[in-house]
């Protein structure tokens, strides 16, 4: 097999690869069945890093053209993996939703998933969480070791350490930051409320877009904010509606999720964020930009809003949880400009810093080079689940059914028929021992239209039985649907 490398050329050379190997499936050189050289071997053969190679054979695992067998290597694949419901045509029919202060349910939804997932037997699709890394102990006690940092207090900010590290990360992902720019925080969450108390009064409008995630919407509301939800179009928020409110409502903050939107999975493109931050720019609308699940993409993602914003306008947030461990409670925010004075000092009087112990875990982690290694495994395990998740849709959901097919991250997003009672059906699931976020959770007002939101970082075994679960638990109830119809017409009739 021949790969010519272009080592002059701007695109990255597993793209290169990645491009080859198509074109050789594509003119049938390579056939469905046939393995693919051992990643050593193509690495050794093309002079690259092992890492290269597994990004390429990541990128075609994601596109559904080849696919890992445990033990046997990377083979292409047979038939391509999907799929009607892979054409991006995500474009739910639905309003803006305009919802004033009150209300709050994230607390009671919080402690039942987590109560439920502690019970025996769940098939928990509901959180995603990353596998941890296998050499947790060492680095443990490797980080213990600093105990000169754990017998005294810390600065708000977080180990200048963590933060040169993790500013060194940014430039990976196309953000250049100085460490003096980073906020260590408990978590992305407290990130976004220290955000979104810094921005916004009780009363004043935010723009978030409609489904988000609701942990963002729980901190909006018990501020008081009045929130306006703008639908998520395939491309991301619908650019033309955001205009119009930024205009009629004048908001204090639009919160969006750029890159691997939780709950749908989608990424913006380039054009996309521009567009964002210069409607910002021209309604002088800070911006809070939350990506939690940047690193887990399978295909390159553009760089983050905050790279392109040049007044000091968009507050970044990111997170350990979601590529490490969420128990450790470690995320970062990137602000720059007058508003990072003001944030550090609430930081301060929130709980002073993070604990160090905490910290030193994940830069002993960065420190020791594992962790790209470990992104690069978890990208992988999560391609193949995502994958299985896909093709057990397939054969177990009625063909109304209509979901996202994200390139990366933890979850995917099912749109589900008008008449799909989903409250009851996600208590019915929960009653058969499969965990799944309710898509309702997902809207500021608590309706939206009928979703779920499931993770694919599962065993292929809890997938297929939770798919074949939720599958006929939907048929079920479009049945039902389908002989109140009948049984209305006949009615009608008879009248
Ligand atoms: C989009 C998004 N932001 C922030 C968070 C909070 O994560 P953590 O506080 O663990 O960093 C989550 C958690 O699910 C999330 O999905």
């Known amino acids: 097999m021949k790969i010519f490398l272009d080592r002059q050329s701007p695109k990255p050379i597993y793209l ?14 390579l056939q469905g069945g046939d393995r693919l050289p051992s990643i050593r071997s193509l690495a050794e053969n093309l002079q690259v890093n092992k890492l290269t ?34 054409k991006p045509t ?41 596998r941890p890394p296998k050499n947790l102990m060492q680095i443990a006690k490797r980080a213990l070791k600093q105990a000169d940092a754990l017998s005294k207090y810390d600065l708000p900010q977080g180990q200048l350490t963590l933060r040169r590290q993790t500013a060194q990360m940014s430039v990976h992902q196309g ?45 909006l509301e018990n501020l008081g904010a009045k929130i306006i939800g703008i639908p998520m179009t395939a491309e991301g928020m619908n650019l033309e509606l955001l205009e119009q409110y930024l205009k009629s409502h004048r908001p204090k903050l639009i919160y969006t999720i750029s890159t691997l939107h939780n709950p749908t999975g989608l990424t913006t493109t380039q054009a996309h964020r521009q567009k964002l931050l210069a409607l910002a720019e021209e309604y002088e ?28 306008l968009v507050t970044y947030v ?9 128990g450790l409670r470690v995320g970062y925010m990137v602000v720059t400009g007058k508003h990072y004075q003001a944030i550090l000092e609430r930081k301060l009087f929130h709980d002073v810093h993070v604990s160090t ?25 999560n391609i193949h689940s995502r994958n299985i998740m896909l093709q057990a849709m397939e054969r177990y959901f009625p063909a109304q059914a209509k979901w996202t097919v994200p390139k990366g991250g933890l979850f995917l997003w099912v749109q589900l028929p008008a008449d799909i009672p989903i409250e009851a059906m996600t208590k019915e699931a929960l009653s058969q021992n499969v965990l799944i976020f309710c898509g309702s959770a997902f809207f500021p007002d608590k309706q939206g239209y009928p979703a779920m939101r499931l993770t694919f970082a599962n065993s292929p075994q809890d997938i297929e039985q939770g798919i074949s679960i939720l599958g006929k638990l939907l048929k079920k109830h479009l049945d039902k649907s389908g002989e109140r119809m009948v049984r209305s017409q006949t009615l009608v009739h008879s009248i």
């Open 285 to 312: 609308c800070p911006i809070l930009e939350d990506n939690a699940y940047e690193g887990l993409n399978f295909e390159p993602v553009p760089a983050p809003i905050k790279a392109l914003d040049k007044h000091d």
């Open 175 to 219: 953000l250049d930051v100085s460490p003096e720019d980073l906020i260590i925080t408990n978590g992305s969450e407290q990130a976004l409320s220290l955000a979104m108390y810094h921005f916004v009064q009780p009363g004043d409008w935010v723009i978030v877009e409609a489904p988000t995630y609701f942990g963002a919407i729980a901190i």
């Open 357 to 381: 112990v905490s910290q030193a875990i994940v830069s002993e982690y960065l420190a020791s080079g594992h962790y790209r290694r470990h992104l690069s495994q978890l990208r992988a395990e």
């Open 90 to 130: 995500f474009a739910p029919e639905q309003e803006v939703i305009i919802k004033e202060p009150g209300g709050n349910s994230f607390f009671d939804m919080h402690m039942a998933a987590v109560q439920a997932q502690a019970q025996p037997g769940m098939i928990d699709m509901s959180f995603g969480f990353p």
């Open 53 to 86: 190679i597994i990004e390429a054979y990541n990128v075609l695992e994601a596109d559904g053209v080849i696919c890992a067998r445990q033990g046997s290597g990377y083979f292409v694949n047979t038939q391509p993996l999907v799929s009607a419901n892979l």
């Open 318 to 326: 990111g997170t350990f949880s979601k590529t490490f461990m969420p």
């Open 16 to 29: 290169q690869i990645r491009d080859r190997l198509s074109s050789l499936i594509k003119s049938g050189a």
